[in-house]
């Protein structure tokens, strides 16, 4: 079981790219630019982002410790 400081910097570093990743995408909306190179590498930039988010949250043993 990781520390609850271990836990806090680790979701921080990792919702950082996530949030990063996210206002990628959004900025290209804003541009109208919601297709080719550029939109298809902020889907698969936002998607791993959220992948290993996701990951790191359900993997047995990986939230704060209670003690």
């Known amino acids: ?19 990063a ?10 541009s ?7 939109w298809d590498d902020a889907t698969k930039r936002h998607h791993d982002a959220y992948e290993i988010w996701n990951a790191f949250l359900n993997v047995p043993d990986s939230g704060p410790a209670t003690h």
Do not use: K, N, W, Y
Not at 1 to 18: G, K, N, P
Not at 32 to 37: E, I, L, Y
């Open 1 to 19: 079981m990781i520390s609850v400081e271990d836990f806090r910097t680790q979701s921080h570093a990792l919702l950082i790219e996530l949030d």
């Open 21 to 30: 990743a996210t206002m990628g995408m959004m900025v290209l909306v804003s």
């Open 32 to 38: 109208r630019c919601v297709s080719g190179p550029a």
